[in-house]
């Protein structure tokens, strides 16, 4: 047990997915893995560990915005042992060849986050993510025929966001989406050696306004999950 999961010991997989929303962990486990099982529910805070094709995976909620994530992906590399950490999450698009639906595989995720900030000081640190996990997934979406993307992304500390320069400046660098996690998960992951991917489906598009409606957004969000799973096992 930690601070912040409940789990015992061998009850977390080296394999974690990681949604933002707790009901969506119960929803995917109950959904993909044989025989889930509730290893934390501390907070409010689901995990569920069970079995993907005879592979052991923890699905496990990271909560909204890099300081939740931190705490969850802290505990579960440093006290559990976790090997291969997997954001599946929704995401804002900022280019016009990104639509609804697309899926996005984010290769860096720039910041301004304050976890980091603290440790880099005058570094500008690019997060990126674990090239085998990268590149499996990759695999695994173009052979479903899902719209893909794959390339920077931008982790913002707020949603509510009140620069829109900046937002300008992002999209006029390239940048395909907005969230909010992913930069962190691969500083952690990276800082304890460990493998570290965000898989995101657009959920709302900031360029135009559109958003996907709630059943939408359930089917892209099957479609992430099952990505994230032959990313971690292929060939599985
Ligand atoms: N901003 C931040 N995070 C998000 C967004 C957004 O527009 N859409 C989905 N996650």
């Known amino acids: 047990m930690t601070i912040h999961i409940g789990a015992e010991k061998g009850q ?93 595989l984010a290769m860096t995720a720039s910041t301004l986050s304050t976890p980091s900030r603290g440790i880099f000081r005058e570094l500008n640190y690019a997060p990126c993510a674990d090239w085998s996990l990268l590149s499996a997934a990759a695999r695994a979406a173009e052979a479903r025929g899902t719209g893909l993307h794959v390339g920077g992304i931008y982790s913002s500390d707020v949603f509510y966001d009140e620069r829109p320069d900046l937002n300008e400046e992002m999209t006029r660098h390239g940048i395909l989406a907005v969230e909010m996690e992913a930069a962190e998960l691969y500083t952690v992951a990276a800082r304890h050696g460990r493998r570290a991917l965000a898989v995101l489906t657009v959920s709302d598009h900031l360029l135009t306004g559109a958003a996907l409606e709630a059943p939408e957004r359930q089917s892209g969000f099957a479609e992430m999950v099952e990505i994230a799973l032959e990313a971690a096992f292929p060939g599985a």
Not at 19 to 36: H, I, N, V, Y
Not at 37 to 48: D, H, P, Q
């Open 12 to 104: 977390i997989a080296k394999t974690v997915l990681m949604p933002g929303d707790p009901l969506r962990a119960k929803w995917a486990a109950e959904t993909f893995l044989t025989d889930p099982v509730c290893v934390n529910e501390v907070r409010g805070m689901l995990g569920f560990t069970g079995t993907w094709r005879g592979n052991r995976v923890t699905i496990h909620g990271s909560g909204m915005g890099m300081p939740s994530l931190s705490i969850y992906a802290n505990e579960l590399i440093r006290d559990y042992g976790a090997q291969t950490l997997i954001r599946i999450g929704s995401c804002g698009a900022m280019q016009s060849d990104v639509h609804l639906r697309d899926v996005i």
